[in-house]
């Protein structure tokens, strides 16, 4: 089964959800469907770059390639792994933009959860000088922090919850929220089966072309016991 | 030999009390986003692993850099490979080899828009 990329302590979610709430109020997006992301963006004082192709310019990857093959055999599967970055110090992002439009959308609150998280982007700019670097442990955790950003964001907080209840229960209604949201049907079913009242178990085949991937992920609500599908 | 985390207590306490801050100072400062029973806990070595906004709250609070707080919570480290202030969202875990890549390659697409674009000029 994939590995778990979102849980978190229920004292470090408040922390993300207040985070979220401030930068809505901000960016005078709260309850706004859907979730005007570019706004957010702005409002957390960063900006996409739209000029960069990033991963899949492979004209670039083959004149960069080219270029430091004369001083060592570069390891290219890392930009092909990359669905964006962050430059903390400029506040830049860079998205794959070959990526689906809703997931472009969750890239971006992705990055914006690592610039717009105080204690985050006081780390990053902290590294900037290359002598500190983090604890996996802590990169990981942070890692599940800016995916709860985006998640916490992209459903408004508690406004999909609120929504999906008047709804019966159907894999039909994350299918019509994720629409309302603007988000990939995968990330409103996956928010749909986690925060729904009623116990609800969900579990995906992953895509089999991506073999590296393990195929299984299962997501339940809180008062689901939780099953091992290993 | 004492660990990172066998020193953050102590740490934390001696922080406080050079402060000269009460549990419910901190607590007040922190607009209850740091409790006195939790930071109690902190300071007796009975929470081991506090999350990383804890400690940035406590290092603005004590005036002090969040680097040092976190370095003696075992949070970071000296760095064997250099970042430059980049976050790096994969679908898959990187190795520092390709980490060091994509740095490179990061300069290299930069410089290349920049020359394209004096060139346009």
Partial sequence: ?230 | MSTGKENLSLYLKELRLINNMTLRDVEEATKKAVSNSYLSQLETGQITKPSPHILQELAKTYGVPYEDIMVVAGYMKAANTKRGGVVFYNRQDITDEEKATLLNYLQFIRSTKLKSKNNEK
């Fill in chain 1, 1 to 230: 089964m994939k590995n778990d990329d979102s849980s978190l302590l229920p004292d470090q979610l408040d922390n993300i959800k207040s985070h979220v709430q401030k930068l809505l109020y901000k960016a005078d997006a709260l309850g706004e469907l859907p979730t005007p992301v570019d706004q957010l963006v702005r409002s957390a004082n960063l900006h996409v770059n739209e000029d960069f192709v990033l991963v899949n310019d492979y004209k670039m990857i083959r004149n960069f390639t080219s270029r430091i093959e004369k001083v060592a055999r570069p390891s290219i599967h890392g930009i092909k792994k990359l669905l964006g970055l962050l430059h903390v110090p400029s506040g830049e992002i860079l998205i794959d933009h070959l990526q689906h439009k809703n997931k472009k959308t969750f890239i971006k609150l992705h990055e914006a959860g690592h610039g717009f998280l105080p204690h985050q982007r006081l780390v990053y700019e902290i590294m900037e000088d290359g002598e500190l670097e983090l604890d996996p442990d802590i990169e990981e955790l942070f890692e599940h922090e800016a995916n709860n950003f985006a998640s916490e964001a992209l459903f408004q907080l508690d406004k999909y919850e609120k929504m999906a209840a008047d709804y019966t229960i159907s894999i039909k209604t994350p299918i019509d929220l994720s629409k309302k949201f603007g988000s990939s049907v995968y990330a409103s079913t996956r928010r749909y089966v986690q925060t729904h009242f009623s116990p609800l178990a969900l579990g995906i085949y992953n895509k089999i072309e991506d073999v590296s991937l393990a195929p299984w992920f299962c997501f339940t609500t809180s008062s689901y016991a939780f099953s091992d599908f290993s």
